[in-house]
């Protein structure tokens, strides 16, 4: 259980503070609980600066997260991201191997947040002072945890544990049964732009794949407009390592990594019925992909480069238009001015999905170039776009970053 604040909102009692109010709160601070008493008041402990409210009802808008796997990568992720966020603190957060340290102590450079909670094993964590959940956990061990969690809680899972439908087709592809079948009835799936309005009225929302976010992004559009052949889709993509996850692995290591690239999950990665579920509820018809991954030796980044031959009597011209029109007034999904060839730098540590598509040299067919931050909208930054929809807040709070480039 954890006792110290947090570095945001969440320590905040509903009734103690907002603008105007904020005077010398670091002298006589005394903690009880989760909450930062300073001269009678409650404030939130944030290291360089006081939350400070507009208004009470903005106040009233807390939200307190519990943040299960937040040693990892992308727990790390929403740690960053909730730095920035007006209403949503962590209270709790979980880890496995690195239970019961500090978070500096696992990720030196949140130092000068020294006011987040210790980390604690899932079975200790307390989630009686919690409203939401980021769940950040390997797949295969989510569903038993998200299956004891409190019912009232909203849950964005990140990992695949509950994004295919068909149960058979999970225990398929992933070779365990499926422990939560109930739940997986109940889950939406959370490809924000397409799925907003379920996603609005969701508890649990199963985060899509990094390759999948990248992917559907830009087929979606077009194949519900009917303008590409869906029996001929071939994708060639490309992750940064950090897809893998923090775990040791010697894959991963930099000797095996550098100065070279590596396919892999060769025509049976986990994704491809993930991808498929998607483009086949865009086309009301069974799509069948060809899907290659790589390794790339950078740290994060997604590239996916996808070959389709376009409908009959269609042109780039179309698609184009297509894929414009329909993220017109999309903030995280751009479709760049014609020419311009979306590149992993250019979305880097933001929400933002680039897209464009080219000209294939063979006739008929067109080459669709979409590319993600693998770790922002491939997974956390997405799944807060998703909690912030679930909880009633605008759904760019917290994710206005601009790319870093170089
Ligand atoms: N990395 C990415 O780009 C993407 C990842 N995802 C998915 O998000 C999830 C998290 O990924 P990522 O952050 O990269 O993974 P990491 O391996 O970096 O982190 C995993 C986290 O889960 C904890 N953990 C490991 N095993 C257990 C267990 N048996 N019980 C409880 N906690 C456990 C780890 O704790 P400890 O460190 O203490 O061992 C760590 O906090 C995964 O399901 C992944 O597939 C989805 C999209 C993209
Ligand atoms: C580079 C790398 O290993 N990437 C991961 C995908 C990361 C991702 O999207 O995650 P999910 O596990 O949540 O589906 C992989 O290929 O399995």
């Known amino acids: ?36 008493y300073v001269g009678g008041r409650c404030a939130a402990l944030s290291p360089k600066s006081f939350r400070v409210w507009n208004s009470k009802q903005e106040q009233d808008k807390e939200v307190r997260v519990a943040l299960l796997g937040a040693s990892g990568y992308t727990g790390a992720e929403i ?20 239970a019961g340290k500090s978070i500096e102590s696992v990720f030196p450079h949140f130092i000068s947040h020294k006011d987040l909670p210790v980390l604690v094993s899932t079975n200790d964590a307390d989630f009686s002072d919690v409203d939401a959940v980021f769940c950040c956990l390997p797949h295969g061990t989510t569903q038993e945890i998200i299956k004891g969690l409190p019912k009232r809680l909203k849950v964005v899972d990140l990992s695949a544990d509950f994004r295919l439908r068909n149960i058979t087709e999970y225990e398929q592809w992933y070779g365990q049964p499926h422990r939560a079948p109930d739940l997986q009835e109940e889950a939406v799936y959370g490809l924000t732009e397409v799925l907003r309005d379920e996603i609005k009225n969701a508890r649990l929302v199963a985060n899509p794949g990094c390759y999948p976010t990248s992917i559907q992004l830009p087929l979606i559009p077009l194949i519900k407009a009917n303008l590409i052949e869906s029996g001929n889709i071939i994708i060639d993509a490309k992750s940064g390592v950090s897809g893998a996850g923090r775990g040791a692995k010697v894959g991963n290591l930099y000797t095996e ?8 999950g060769l025509t049976n990665h986990r994704h491809v019925p993930e991808i498929e579920q998607g483009l086949s509820d865009a086309a009301h018809s069974k799509i069948t992909v060809s899907f290659t991954p790589h390794l790339m030796p950078m740290s994060r980044g997604m590239q996916s480069t996808i070959y389709v031959e376009m409908a009959p009597g269609t042109t780039i011209e179309d698609l184009y238009h297509q894929l414009k029109n329909s993220y017109e007034d999309e903030e995280f999904v751009k479709i760049l001015d014609k020419g311009v060839v979306p590149r992993t730098h250019a979305v880097r540590g933001s929400n933002y999905c680039y897209i464009n598509v080219f000209p294939d040299r063979i006739s008929g067919r067109a080459i669709i170039v979409s590319v993600i931050d693998n770790l922002m909208k491939g997974a956390s930054g997405q799944a807060l776009q998703n909690l912030n929809i679930m909880m009633g807040f ?13």
């Open 1 to 36: 259980m954890s006792t110290t604040s947090t570095f945001s909102s969440a320590c905040f009692d509903r009734s103690c503070l907002w603008k105007g109010e904020v005077k010398s709160l670091r002298l006589n601070k005394q903690r009880s609980g989760n909450r930062v």
């Open 394 to 406: 605008p759904e760019n709070t917290g994710l206005t970053y601009l790319p870093l480039f170089p």
């Open 257 to 264: 990594l550098t100065e070279g690239i590596m396919s892999y």
């Open 79 to 98: 740690i960053r991201l909730l730095a920035n966020h007006p209403f949503f603190g962590i209270s709790v957060m979980t880890a496995d191997r690195n």
